[in-house]
């Protein structure tokens, strides 16, 4: 599996799990780190497989989408500021800290969209976005946010690994930066 987002205050471009160790390249450089099945990370790498930002956006705001036919596929769709959006963006961005409610609060959420498409005969989700532009209240800082998902090869099981030249060339990433990661 191939990720692009940040994990806390890294970049990083490409990861591999593998039998709760993880490898991960920051900048040109590969790394490695044991991983616990309750950890975080592992939490929302298993949610950005199954889409559960997505999923929750859909759901909570299931009475204000579009939903538009776009050749083999269904799109769902939501763009604005209005009260319930606000909260499920809030919610989104809880999700994706753990489920920490401390941490969304002082933000105040400006825009929120989501977009969601389907295959219109199995539908397996396709491709995923969502948007968050939102502002700390205290600092006035103003942040926006965009993850994008592409789903294909869904129920089509492979045999998964980690290259050997990935494992040949990787790091044990330093306790303290491994302390802020996982």
Known sequence: MQFNQWLRLFLVYCFYTWNL??????????????VKESSLTVKNIKGEMIGRSSVSAIKGLKDDLKTKKDGNSFVMSYSGSSKKAKSV????????????K????????????????????????????????Y????????????????????????????????????????????????
């Open 102 to 133: 401390t941490a969304v609060q002082g933000i105040q959420i400006n825009k929120f969209s989501v977009k969601y498409r389907v295959d219109n005969k199995t539908y397996l989700p396709q491709k995923s976005t969502i948007k968050i532009d």
């Open 21 to 34: 160790i993880m490898y991960l390249q920051m900048g040109k450089k590969w790394f490695k780190n044991p």
């Open 135 to 182: 502002e700390n209240s205290q600092s006035k800082v103003k942040v926006s946010t965009k993850a994008e998902g592409t789903y294909s090869s869904l129920n089509k099981i492979n045999d998964v690994s980690v290259p050997n030249s990935v494992k040949a060339k990787s790091k044990s990433i330093p306790k303290s930066v491994a302390n802020l990661l996982f």
């Open 89 to 100: 963006a809030k919610q989104v961005l809880s999700d994706q800290l753990g489920g920490s």
